[in-house]
């Protein structure tokens, strides 16, 4: 079966980085666009960036625009998202997502698959 396997998360302070990795099995991994999303807690899941199968293309919302950077290594099956200059407001549990090409839409959650999420947490 799929799985979307996220790791990488942690406890880090305001201006800090992580790198969040995703490690996909069980699917062609070319067949899909790789994604990020996060939850807060008390606050609905929101998109946070998006790749397309080839790593030609992404997305990213507002509010990591110039501090995250999405990337995916197809030899390896894994996507990442590279998360500079942390703030406070960047907690939350962070989603993998997979979404077939052309079939998918990142911006509204449709997407195929979702891995169970890692904890990121930014302190003062």
């Known amino acids: 079966q799929v799985q979307l396997v996220e790791s990488g998360g942690g406890l880090v302070q305001v201006g800090d980085s992580l790198r969040l990795s995703c490690a996909a099995s069980?699917?062609?991994?070319?067949?899909?666009?790789m994604g990020w999303f996060r939850q807060a807690p008390g606050k609905e899941r929101e998109f946070v960036s998006k790749i397309s199968w080839n790593g030609d293309s992404t997305v990213y919302a507002d509010s990591v625009k110039g501090r995250f950077t999405i990337s995916r290594e197809n030899a390896k099956n894994t996507v990442y998202l590279q998360m500079n200059r942390l703030k406070l407001e960047d907690t939350a549990v962070y989603y993998c997502a997979a979404g077939r090409n052309y079939l998918s839409n990142f911006a509204t959650g449709k997407v195929s698959y979702w891995g169970q999420g890692t904890q990121v947490t930014v302190s003062s």
């Open positions: 069980g699917l062609t991994f070319t067949s899909y666009a």
